[in-house]
């Protein structure tokens, strides 16, 4: 990639990072709204709980704050750990999609066989192996459809195979525990499992998927 590439794609993601900053001033606003709603919400059940000194006089009102502590169920109060366990990972979420955001666009941007692409996390946060990833458009253009299925895998982009069909035939009559249970191991579908349309399709939906949907695959 040429020197002015670079600095074309820095100044791209220097624009993207003070939007991701704005975009950040938001979920923390979101966040305290959330919270606030929590405490209003846990707020009307306590006050909804009957005040036990009007149920039996000052002469039972150790007993009827007892059935009134028993008549309340804490189960569906938000505790402090919920709430912050909450807020905890929608903020992960919000940031993984902001991450996504920014990597994409700045693939968009990419036209050059020479111009760099950037590797996307997939739904879990984790990134995909070095070696598999194409590091250029021309990369990409090129890649094999095995590669293709096993990078559409990775980011859950898959159809159901041969292989998944039949193990929810054998669940269904009974031979395997689960749907979920492989049949012979960890199973990786290879490319001869899908059609050529499908195989194609694939690779729009990688190609959507990575911010380069302007990219066409070239055929041999």
Do not use: W
Not at 148 to 159: E, T
Not at 202 to 207: I, P
Request: aromatic share 4%; glycine share 6%; proline share 6%.
């Amino acid at each position: 990639m040429s020197k002015t590439s670079i600095e074309d794609l820095q100044e791209q993601i220097n624009d993207l990072k003070s939007q991701v900053v704005k975009q950040r001033a938001i979920i923390a606003k979101t966040a305290q709204q959330m919270l606030s709603m929590q405490v209003k919400d846990t707020k009307q059940h306590m006050d909804s709980i009957p005040d036990p000194l009007g149920l039996g006089g000052a002469g039972k009102a150790g007993g009827g704050a007892a059935g009134a502590a028993a008549a309340v169920d804490t189960a569906d109060f938000a505790t402090n750990e919920d709430l912050v366990q909450l807020v905890g990972e929608l903020q992960g979420q919000l940031n993984l999609l902001e991450q996504k955001s920014v990597l994409r666009t700045v693939n968009s941007h990419q036209h050059r066989d020479s111009d760099v692409l950037l590797a996307l996390p997939n739904l879990d946060g984790d990134m995909p192996a070095s070696e598999v990833f194409p590091h250029s458009v021309a990369e990409f253009v090129n890649l094999g459809d095995d590669v293709v299925v096993q990078l559409c895998k990775f980011y859950q982009l898959l159809p159901p195979t041969l292989e998944e069909r039949a193990r929810m035939q054998a669940f269904v009559e009974g031979k395997i525990a689960s749907p979920n249970e492989p049949l012979n191991g960890d199973y990786e579908p290879p490319a001869d499992d899908y059609p050529p349309e499908t195989l194609a399709e694939l690779f729009v939906e990688l190609a959507n998927f990575i911010g380069v949907s302007h990219i066409k695959k070239r055929e041999d």
